[in-house]
């Protein structure tokens, strides 16, 4: 547990927390966001000890994280890295992986555009007709084949190549979010595992992981390799889709290129399904 990263969370929070936004009266603030003297009142500490516990000098109790998560009405995500920073379970524990049919109806919808879901531990969940057509779909060889972080840091992803640059910020891309699912989700064991794992067979990622990076924009490009039609450079966005706590990967070519031209042709011979639901050992 590291109580100076609890600090730090709870410093943040406050100091991004509008006063209007909790019911305190606004006023002329010297500085932004909620004082420390208002953050005490409001979750029945003293200021001295917001103040100690933002200096990493303090280990709250369970019910004072909770006080700490109401009286600044953190979002969910929020308050379960609070309490996984404070060295408690989150809600449940596990990292949700079922696609609901919202997130089902997305993929479908983007028919000419390759989509894939994962969970926050970078399970793929779902992809479309459109991504299967790119033929860069997992075997069933490895237990982790549709693990993104895993393909990526064991370079099983032969069949797509990025640049240095796009590489290197993908890796940081993966790695921070690993982090910060395994800081909201301390119980889930497959996670734990895969962490350990990454971090003993990856010397890149286990720096990543050690010191991760913040990663401010997520899109990227990669070329994907067609046995049919040669390479594709798509670029790729992520999306994140709230409700079931997964995000979308959708990868775009640009309008008018030979690349968007090569992957309408792919798309248009596909005579797959329109939706896939995979698992870590294959599609199913």
Do not use: K
Request: proline share 5%; hydrophobic share 45%; net charge positive.
């Amino acid at each position: 547990m590291a109580l100076q990263d609890l600090g730090a969370e709870v410093r943040r929070l406050r100091e991004n927390t509008e006063p209007a936004a909790i019911g305190l009266p606004v006023g002329r603030r010297r500085a932004r966001g909620v004082r420390r003297e208002e953050l005490a009142e409001l979750a029945g500490v003293s200021a001295d000890y917001v103040r100690r516990l933002e200096q990493g000098r303090r280990h709250p109790s369970a019910a004072v994280v909770n006080a700490i998560a109401r009286a600044l009405c953190v979002r969910p995500a929020e308050y379960e890295r609070l309490c996984a920073l404070a060295g408690y379970a989150a809600a449940d524990g596990q990292v949700p992986r079922a696609a609901g049919s919202g997130a089902m109806r997305l993929l479908e919808r983007f028919a000419d555009t390759p989509v894939f879901l994962t969970d926050a531990a970078w399970n793929v969940v779902a992809v479309n007709g459109a991504w299967m057509a790119l033929g860069a779909g997992a075997s069933n060889r490895q237990a982790r084949d549709w693990n993104v972080a895993w393909r990526t840091f064991s370079h099983a992803h032969r069949e797509i190549s990025r640049d240095d640059d796009h590489a290197a910020a993908f890796r940081a891309t993966l790695a921070a979010r690993l982090h910060s699912t395994s800081l909201r989700y301390p119980a889930d064991e497959p996670l734990a595992e895969l962490v350990d794992e990454l971090r003993t067979t990856s010397r890149s990622f286990d720096s990543l992981w050690r010191a991760p990076r913040t990663v401010a924009d997520h899109g990227n490009r990669a070329v994907f390799r067609h046995a049919g039609v040669g390479d594709i450079a798509l670029d790729g966005t992520l999306l994140q889709v709230p409700g079931d706590n997964l995000q979308a990967v959708v990868l775009t070519a640009a309008p008018g290129s030979a690349d968007a031209g090569r992957l309408d042709e792919v798309v248009r011979a596909s005579t797959g399904p329109a939706v896939v639901r995979v698992g870590q050992a294959g599609p199913g």
